[in-house]
């Protein structure tokens, strides 16, 4: 059973885990590196590098728990987090729905019929929240979150992720190490640790991936470079065209 820790010993851990952990950025190439090899299409060698880091930010926040023997207490079937807004650039939006274009015919369909009735549910609303300038505006997370719109992938049947295993950086690198209900009583709880710095060593590899495709001559269905300059809200991305 998981031991809920206090504010306190989540700050200990946080700079105990500074002092003993480093980063292996090098298994982040080693992912780029290996598809850059295999004789794939170029969309595969992308979406493959793509699900792969993103494992990978994953497999390190494990290691990094495991350093300092601290236990996720998020439960499946929580989804306060889903309540944020998610930043993401034009080429990860891309992949993204690259990926979920190659999900088996239900799933697909499951997903194309929902984001259809979300964005009929919270079309107007999502245009006022996201009109908010993200890199503006240093409120930008509180204005949108207390709006109460759920993530355009949230089932909020189920609370789970429709697209759990290709979910962006800022969802996977959100964790809670304390007793959960924070999360249900706080728009914004403190106690509460993003790992979102990982996104340096993962945006390193793809971007490094991308560029050697670029100067190779075919980046498949990315617009490279613009593509990773051009950063929206998720729930920008994926409304139906
Ligand atoms: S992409 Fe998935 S995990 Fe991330 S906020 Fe949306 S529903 Fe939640």
Known sequence: MNQYLTFDEIQNKCSLLSERYEIDEEKFYQIVEKWAE????IEEKILNSFTELLQMV???I???EQTVNMEATCRLGCAFCCYFPIIINEMEAKIMKKAMEKFPEQRKNKIKKHLASYYEKYGEVLE???AVDFEED???KHKYRKSLVPC????????QCMAYEIRPIPCRTYVNYTNPDVC???LMPKETVSFEFLYEQYMGALNEFMQFLYEEGDTAFVNYPDDVYTTDYLANWLRPV
């Not at 295999?38 to 299409?41: A, G």
């Not at 355009?152 to 609370?159: A, G, I, V």
Request: aromatic share 4%.
């Open 38 to 41: 295999r004789h794939v299409s």
């Open 62 to 64: 494990n290691s990094m």
């Open 152 to 159: 355009p992938l949230l089932d909020t049947k189920t609370n």
């Open 128 to 130: 006022q929240i996201t």
């Open 138 to 140: 240093g409120d930008f």
């Open 58 to 60: 994953s497999d390190e």
């Open 184 to 186: 249900e009583q706080n």
